[in-house]
Each structure stands twice: as structure tokens, then as C-alpha cells.
């Protein structure tokens, strides 16, 4: 039998997995990862944030403490009389370290003449 064009029918069935559920399931894939996607990117800038804000309560702390040892150790007198502080700073410095070897001196001889 030979071949006659005019009895080509159109039997294209349409599927309904390829017109209808393919597009669907790509869609939701596709909203599924972005929302991933943006919940990991998220997480890791908090990582990150805690790691900073921690590494920055430190040297907040630090600075704080070093400002607070700079105005204990600040002068509270003016710059003229401050010669008359620094005076007093070395005699009491000097009575203080005469007064350890005396203590240390009658220590060491209270414990040689006690053996």
C-alpha cells in the first residue's frame, strides 16, 4: 500500500505533566531555593555579626579599662604645683622602702637569734 498524505491525522495528545505540572513543579522548586538560599545567606551575616559585635564588646572593654587607669593616674593638681605632689610622691616612696629593710633587718634578726 502506498503512502497518501491526505490520511495524516493530528493525533498530538497534549500531556498534561508537560503543559501543567512541569512548569508548576519548576516554579515551586525554584521559590523553594531562593527562600533557602536567602534563609542560609541570612544566617551566615549573623554568624558574622555576633562574631564582630563580640570581638568589638572586647576592645570597647579594653579601651574602657585603659582610660580608666589614665585618669587614676592623672595628676589632680594644676601643672605649677605639681612639683610640690611629685616631692611628696618620693619622700613617701623613700620612708616606705626605709621602713621595709628596717622591718625586713629585725625580721632576720629576730629569726637568727630564735635558731
Known sequence: KSFNGSEIQDLT??????????PLLLFLYLIVSSVLLVNL???FF???FDQVRDSSL????YKL????VEFEVKLRVPP?????YYIYLCTLHQLIKCFRTVCCIKNVAADSRGK
Open 13 to 22: 495528545v497534549t500531556c498534561f505533566f508537560r503543559t501543567w505540572m512541569l
Open 41 to 43: 545567606v541570612t544566617s
Open 46 to 48: 549573623t554568624i558574622t
Open 58 to 61: 572586647v576592645h570597647y572593654r
Open 65 to 68: 579599662y585603659k582610660r580608666l
Open 80 to 84: 605649677p604645683l605639681s612639683i610640690f
